[in-house]
Each structure stands twice: as structure tokens, then as C-alpha cells.
């Protein structure tokens, strides 16, 4: 019952058509299928059809330089590439059918799902898409698929097909075989439309077109087997029961019991071997091959022959048939004579055909050597490909290792880089503040240095000024014995120059001489006869030399002829002379009238203004000599000023201002004095030299207008040094320069500087009266007694005060 049930079924499905043609892997494979079905109408006009093509798994993936990479080891990129390429060839193989189709108006599905059993694959596309009618397309018979031969797709499709599917061989553009056997045992056939539907697939088959030649008729007797099964299955009473009902055959039927004898009568003794064929050949029953349980089905002749052996041993036995073949020429003469000519035939037929087999057995022995030896070189290839493969897994799994170590590596050096980020941040910092404290200490070294250096310098100066403070105190101690006694001799002199002076005048004329009278001899002998090596200066009346008269030191004024015209008044004036006795006057000695020669006492330091310029490289005076010298000079002044006879100086300039070792200051020439008459009442003077004799800077600018000259000139004159002595500066324009600097408040700016750290309160005091000193109109300027020498002795306090009495001329 369930068989019936199952027969309805597969009836009911076949009724709904699925016919699908199988695309071999060689092109045309399959292509001979199509045609068959389409010349034969086995597919119906405009009708559908399956195409399908099974593609092996993709396991290797070939690489550039021609082997081939495991699958797994090559990127996802190149196995997509890959599949796109071989889908690309896939579909190329459909080329020929498409247009096939299309040329029939059939319509087509193309199906290549992967695999890697095609037959397995397609017996289960089959249950999967209820194909009824599947055709396959064998490959053309050759001497090697005779020999060497495996289960064949269709056979194993024709074995495993579910019952409502059937099975379409073709081979060589020619019904080769179905399943239709099972159709036909249960009654299903399908019936074709055009001459096909004459041939019965199954038992039917023998029913073929008798006008289909023996190809056909082999094609059936193929089906049993094998092609070598198709050449000696007569051997085989089932297989030949099988075949009984092909017409073609018919006529072997009749003879095989000869053509058995006589086979076996040659083989007898030779074939008694294990060799499957002749074991198939030398009996029916006996056959190693496995006999087929339907006559339809194909025999495996791998299982039956078993591989490589069953093949050398075909080889042997083709070689013993052959012998057997000559063997028993007699005996199949001997049959021909029994046998009608067919059979004669039909002997010399199948001779033929293995004197072609072995010949192409031996070209085919050859092949199969050359593909041994492939096969050898393939495994060891693949051999190579499987310790490559394991080296590379080896590789990729140390790789891993390396990779899993460089992230390790890569994280750890992620944080080395961040603390040196860190690290490199913060030294930056440092870096920075250390640059900024260098800036700093730089500055501030250089600001010591140059400190430093101000201190190293000051300090040389003070050491500088403290030997010059000490030297000057020395030769000021030195001097101040002698002074001392100077002025003792000199205070007693002035008390009686003071105590009578008209009686000093008058002593003139009585020839009461106050000074010596030196001869004109004894002062060349002094003065080397005049030699220049003493000479010590010109000025506009004469030469002056130095010499020693009478153990002292002198200097010796050579007068002009032309300075002593009236020699009675120039001698009276060196009476007068003779007995003024000041500490700050140059001491008159003597003199040789005659010669015009005046004695004087040697003062070593030259003049004030040698010594204001530092001419001869001396050092600047400091301020507080200066000061001392203002007191000095304007005591002098005051005491000519202030004799019973006043005598105006008239010569006061630096010049005539002479510095002794202490650097007491002398003033000289006072022989040029003018002496101011008892008998003016208004002090002044009316004086006869010409005035451009003197020196213009010095002159009392009332002097010009009054005419006369009076004791304000030496103030004026006096006003002029004192300025001299603060600023340094010639005596034109001096009193204008001061007066801006006072009023400015700027005095500093025109005091010499060479002269020290002057006191300012000190100086502007004495600047003040200096310029007092010269104010243009006699009565408006200072007055010695009451103004200048007030002034200056409270200067000379405070330098006292500081520097000692060494400042103080009169000690
Ligand atoms: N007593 C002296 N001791 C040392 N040197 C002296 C003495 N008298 C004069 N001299 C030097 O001789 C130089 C000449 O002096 P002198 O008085 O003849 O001319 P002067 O004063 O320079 O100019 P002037 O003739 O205009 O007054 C002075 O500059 C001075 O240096």
C-alpha cells in the first residue's frame, strides 16, 4: 500500500514538470544535454528549464606567484575578490545555454550552489526543487574512462535520484542511459512529444528507434556497466538477459555460448589468474565485479577492479589475452568453421577493437605514468603545503603572540609617552623659571659687577686722595715750622711797616734801604748767567729766572729797560715794597737797580693758573684748597687795601697768584702795585699806565667810566678769580655762566668737577660772592672786610672741619 501510495505520488509530482539540465565543469558538459532535449523535444516548446552548476567549496585561494593559500589565511578582501572572479567564470559557462535557450524561447533558471560532492549536491537540489526530469551529459567514451573509472556522477545521481525523478544520460550528443528502469517497473515513463517518445526508458529501451544506429544500441549496453563491460558482457548471462531485448544484440545472443568456448578455450591455462577481468571473462558466476542488482545500473568497476592494482593487472591481462588471441587462432578458425561468417565477424571485430585498446592502453599507461608521477609531486607538494601550512600557523600564531606583546608594549609606551608628556611639562616649567632666576641673576651679577667696579674705583680714588691728603698734610707740616716762623718775623715786620708808614715813605728819601742790594755779578753767578734751564717764565715786563743767592732760593726778575723810566719813583716803589710782609704776599729781598733786577723769594709750585689746569700733569686741586686760596688771596687784598698808604694791586690774576709747597697761595709783582695817594679823599686813583697793559677780563669795568682806579678793582678782579676757582672756566663770560647756574638752581652743572664733591651750600656762597665781588658798580660790590672775608673764613671753618688744619694757611 505504501508503495502504491508513494507511486502516486511521484506520478502526481512528474505531472508538474521540472526539468533541469546539469552544467559540467568542462563547458560543454552538459551543453550536449541540452540540445538532445531540445532536438527531442524533451523539453517542451517555450517551456523552462533548471541550470545548474555545483561549485566545488572554496578551500585554497591561488596566490600570485602560482600556489595556493589556505582559505583562512588569506583576507577577507581576497576571498571576496577570488569568489567575485570565479562567479564571473561560473557565469561565462552558462554563455552557450542562455543563448540556446533564448534561441528556443525556453526560459531558464541558473542555479550554482557550492559543494564539494557535486552528485550529493545535486540529488538533494533534486528533493529540494522537485526536479522530475534531470539530464546529465557524460563525457566522450576514451580508452582511459574505460580503464580508469570511478563512480561517475550519474551514476551515483541514477542510484540516489528520489523515485519521481528522472534520470537522463547523455553522451555524445546521445541517449546514454536514464533511470527510467524504476519508472517503467512501476509503470512511469514520459512520453515526449517527438520520436523519444518511441523509446522506452527502462525495460523498454531495447524498443529503441531501430532507426538509431549501434551507438545507441551501445549507449544501452554501456548502461550496464562500464565501457570495458560493454566490450565482455556478453560473458555475463544477467547482463546479456539485460541486453537480450536490444536488437542489436540479438544476434550475440545467439552466438555468446560459442564465443564463450572459444575464448575460454584460449584463455584456459593463461587466464587462470586473480585478474577481475579474466576471473569476469572465464566465468559468469565467478565475476569479481560486483554483479548489478538491476541490469540498468551501472557496475563500479573501482570497487570491482580495485585501483591501481586491478589496473596493472588489466594490463596483464590485455598482454595474456592477446597471447590467448594467438593462442587460439586455430580454435576460432576452428569456431568460424562451426560459426556462421556473422560470428567470424564479430571475433575479428573484437580483435580489432583490442589490438586499439592496447595500443591505446599503452599510450594511456604512458599518460597515467606522467600523472603518477604528478600525483607524487602533487603530494609532495602538498605535503610542502601542509609543513608551509603549519609553519605559517606557527608564524600567525607567534604573530598573535607579537601583536598581543606590541599592544602590550604599545599601551605601556601610551603611558610611558604621557609621564614624559608630563615629565617634559613640568621640566619645561623648570626650565622656564630657571631662565627667568638666570635673567634675574645675571642682571643682578652684572649690577654687582658694575658695582663692584664703582666700589673698586672709589675705592682707588679715596686711596688716591688719602695719599695725596696724606702728602699735602706732610709737606703742609713740613712748611708750617717755617711759616710759623715767617710770621712771626713778617707780624712783627707789618706791625712796624703799620706802626710807621710815613716815616717809611719818607725813608726813601733818606736812602734807608729795607731791601738788599745785590750785585749784578753775584746774580748772573745765581742764574748760571742767565742760562734758560732757569728760566721760569715771561711775562709782559721781563724774564724770570730762578736762583740761589746767599744759600736761598730766588727768583730774579729781569725788568725791561722801558719798565724803568722814572728811576726815582721805581725806587721809592721798592721801598714800599721792601717792607709789606704778608704771609700771602711774595717776599721782596733785594734787588740790583741798575740791572733792573728785582730778588724775590723762590716759591716752588708755580702759578695758580698752571695749577688750576694742571699743567706740568699735576693733580686737580681739590675744593677746599680752592676755597683756602679765595681766603688766602683775599687776605692779601685786604691788607694791601688796608695800609697806612693803600695800595691797590691792579695785577690780581691767576698768574700773579703763586703756590708755594703747602699750597699757600702768594700773590707777586707787587712792585706793580699803584700806590694810592695819602691825599685822596675818595680813595681813587687816577692812573697814568695805559690800560691795555692789563689784562681786559681783570679790569673794573667802573674803570672806564670813572676813570680812576680804587681798591673795588682788586675786588672785582678778586670777584673774577674766585669764579675762576669754582668753575674752571676763562675769565670772559664767567660771571653770566654763574649767574644762570644760580638762578636755575643748576650750580653743580658749571662747578668743576675735577675738584671733588663740592659742598653746595659752601659753594653757591662763594659763588655768590664772586659774583658780588663783580658787580659792575663799585659801590654795589662786596666788601672785603665786611662781605668776602666773613664769607670765606666760614667756608674755610667747614673745610677745617673736615679735612683738618692743614686748610688753614695761617697756622
Ligand atoms: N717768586 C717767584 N717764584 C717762583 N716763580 C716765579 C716767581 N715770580 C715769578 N715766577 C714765575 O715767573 C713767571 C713770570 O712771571 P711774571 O710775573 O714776570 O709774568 P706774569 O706774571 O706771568 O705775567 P705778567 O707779566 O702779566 O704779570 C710766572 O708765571 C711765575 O711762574
Not at 517551456?47 to 595556493?68: S, T
Not at 698734610?473 to 710815613?502: F, M, N, P, Y
Request: charged share 30%; aromatic share 6%.
Amino acid at each position: 500500500m505504501d508503495q502504491l501510495r508513494h507511486e502516486e505520488q511521484d506520478k502526481s509530482i512528474r505531472e508538474a514538470r521540472r526539468i533541469a539540465i546539469c552544467v559540467g565543469k568542462d563547458r560543454n558538459r552538459g551543453l550536449g544535454a541540452l540540445r538532445w532535449a531540445i532536438e527531442k523535444e524533451f523539453i517542451p516548446k517555450e517551456g523552462h528549464v533548471y541550470l545548474l552548476h555545483v561549485l566545488p567549496q572554496v578551500r585554497f585561494v591561488p596566490n600570485p606567484m602560482g600556489g595556493q593559500l589556505p582559505v583562512d589565511s588569506v583576507s577577507p578582501e581576497t576571498l571576496k575578490r577570488f569568489k567575485e572572479e570565479r562567479l564571473a567564470k561560473t557565469m561565462k559557462r552558462f554563455d552557450e545555454y542562455i543563448k540556446l535557450c533564448k534561441r528556443h524561447k525556453i526560459t531558464f533558471k541558473l542555479f550554482y550552489p557550492e559543494n564539494d560532492s557535486i552528485p550529493k549536491k545535486l540529488v538533494n537540489l533534486i528533493s529540494e526543487h522537485t526536479i522530475t526530469d534531470m539530464l546529465l551529459e557524460k563525457s566522450p567514451q576514451t580508452i582511459l574512462s574505460r580503464i580508469v573509472k570511478g563512480e561517475s556522477i550519474s551514476s551515483h545521481v541514477c542510484e540516489n535520484a528520489p523515485g519521481f525523478c528522472k534520470i537522463v544520460v547523455i553522451r555524445n550528443g546521445k541517449l546514454y542511459s536514464t533511470n527510467d528502469s524504476r519508472g517503467s517497473d512501476n509503470g512511469t515513463s514520459f512520453s515526449p512529444k517527438n520520436g523519444i517518445n518511441s523509446v522506452s526508458m527502462a525495460s523498454n529501451i531495447g524498443n529503441a528507434d531501430p532507426g538509431d544506429d549501434n551507438t545507441d544500441e551501445s549507449e544501452f549496453t554501456t548502461a550496464h556497466g562500464i565501457e570495458i563491460s560493454s566490450q565482455y558482457s556478453f560473458s555475463d548471462s544477467s547482463s546479456i538477459d539485460g541486453l537480450s531485448s536490444c536488437s542489436s544484440f540479438q544476434g550475440i545472443g545467439k552466438y555468446e555460448g560459442e564465443l564463450k568456448s572459444v575464448l575460454l578455450q584460449g584463455l584456459q591455462e593463461p587466464i587462470v589468474s586473480s585478474s577481475p577481468l579474466l576471473q569476469c571473462i572465464e566465468t559468469s558466476s565467478a565475476l569479481k565485479f560486483e554483479q548489478p542488482k538491476s541490469p540498468l545500473k551501472e557496475v563500479k568497476v573501482s570497487k570491482c577492479r580495485g585501483g591501481e592494482s586491478a589496473r596493472n593487472s588489466f594490463q596483464k591481462d590485455a598482454e595474456m589475452i592477446e597471447t590467448a588471441t594467438e593462442k587460439s587462432g586455430n580454435a576460432v578458425l576452428c569456431e568460424t568453421e562451426v560459426a556462421p561468417y556473422v560470428l567470424s565477424e564479430l571475433f575479428q571485430k573484437e580483435f580489432e577493437e583490442m589490438n586499439d585498446a592496447q595500443s591505446a592502453f599503452k599510450d594511456q599507461e604512458m599518460l597515467r605514468d606522467k600523472l603518477d608521477k604528478e600525483i607524487h609531486e602533487h603530494i609532495a607538494t602538498k605535503k610542502e603545503l601542509k609543513a608551509t601550512r603549519r609553519t605559517l600557523e606557527g608564524f600567525v600564531r607567534m604573530a598573535e603572540l607579537a601583536e598581543n606583546q606590541c599592544q602590550k608594549e604599545k599601551r605601556n609606551c601610551e603611558q610611558l609617552r604621557s609621564e614624559l608628556r608630563e615629565h617634559l611639562k613640568d621640566q619645561q616649567t623648570l626650565r622656564d623659571k630657571l631662565e627667568k632666576e638666570m635673567s634675574q641673576h645675571i642682571a643682578t651679577k652684572k649690577e654687582l659687577e658694575t658695582t663692584r667696579r664703582e666700589a673698586e674705583s672709589a675705592e682707588n680714588r679715596y686711596r688716591t686722595e688719602k695719599s695725596k691728603c696724606e702728602q699735602l698734610r706732610w709737606e703742609l707740616e713740613q712748611h708750617i715750622k717755617e711759616l710759623e716762623r715767617e710770621q712771626q718775623l713778617r707780624k712783627t715786620a707789618e706791625e712796624k711797616v703799620l706802626g710807621d708808614s710815613v716815616s717809611a715813605a719818607s725813608a726813601t728819601s733818606k736812602d734807608d734801604k729795607m731791601w738788599w742790594h745785590y750785585s749784578f755779578k753775584e746774580i748772573q753767578t745765581a742764574t748760571e748767567n742767565f742760562h734758560e734751564r732757569n728760566k721760569l717764565g715771561q711775562g709782559r715786563y721781563g724774564q724770570v729766572y730762578k736762583g740761589v743767592l746767599r744759600h736761598t732760593s730766588v727768583a730774579v726778575k729781569v725788568l725791561a729797560e722801558d719798565r724803568i723810566r722814572d728811576r726815582q719813583e721805581f725806587q721809592k716803589k721798592l721801598e714800599i715794597v721792601s717792607r709789606l710782609h704778608h704771609p700771602n704776599l711774595v717776599l721782596f729781598l733785594g734787588a740790583c737797580p741798575d740791572k733792573g733786577c728785582l730778588i724775590y723769594e723762590y716759591i716752588a709750585n708755580g702759578n695758580l693758573e698752571e695749577r688750576l689746569y694742571c699743567e706740568g700733569v699735576t693733580a686737580p686741586m681739590p675744593w677746599f684748597i680752592r676755597f683756602r686760596i679765595c681766603l688766602d688771596v683775599a687776605r692779601a687784598l685786604s691788607f694791601l687795601h688796608t695800609c697806612p698808604q693803600p695800595i691797590v694791586y691792579q695785577e690780581l690774576k691767576l698768574r700773579n697768584v703763586l703756590l708755594d709747597h703747602g699750597l699757600i697761595s702768594k700773590i707777586t709783582d707787587i712792585h706793580m702795585a699803584e700806590l694810592i695817594p695819602m691825599t685822596s679823599s675818595s680813595g681813587a686813583h687816577k692812573i697814568t699806565e695805559s690800560l691795555f697793559t692789563r689784562e681786559l677780563a681783570y679790569i673794573d669795568p667802573d674803570y672806564q667810566r670813572a676813570g680812576t682806579v680804587t681798591c673795588e678793582a682788586d675786588v672785582y678782579s678778586l670777584g673774577i678769580l674766585i669764579l675762576q676757582l669754582l668753575t674752571k672756566r676763562p675769565p670772559l663770560g664767567i660771571a653770566f655762566c654763574m649767574e644762570e647756574a644760580l638762578e636755575s638752581g643748576q650750580l653743580d652743572r658749571v662747578l668743576d668737577k675735577s675738584a671733588g664733591e663740592w659742598p653746595l651750600e659752601e659753594a653757591t656762597s662763594v659763588a655768590q660772592l664772586g659774583l658780588k665781588c663783580m658787580e659792575p658798580r663799585r659801590k654795589d660790590r662786596a666788601k672785603l672786610k665786611d662781605d668776602v672775608l666773613p664769607v670765606l673764613e666760614s667756608v674755610q671753618k667747614y673745610s677745617a672741619s673736615l679735612y683738618g688744619r692743614q686748610t688753614d694757611s695761617r697756622h
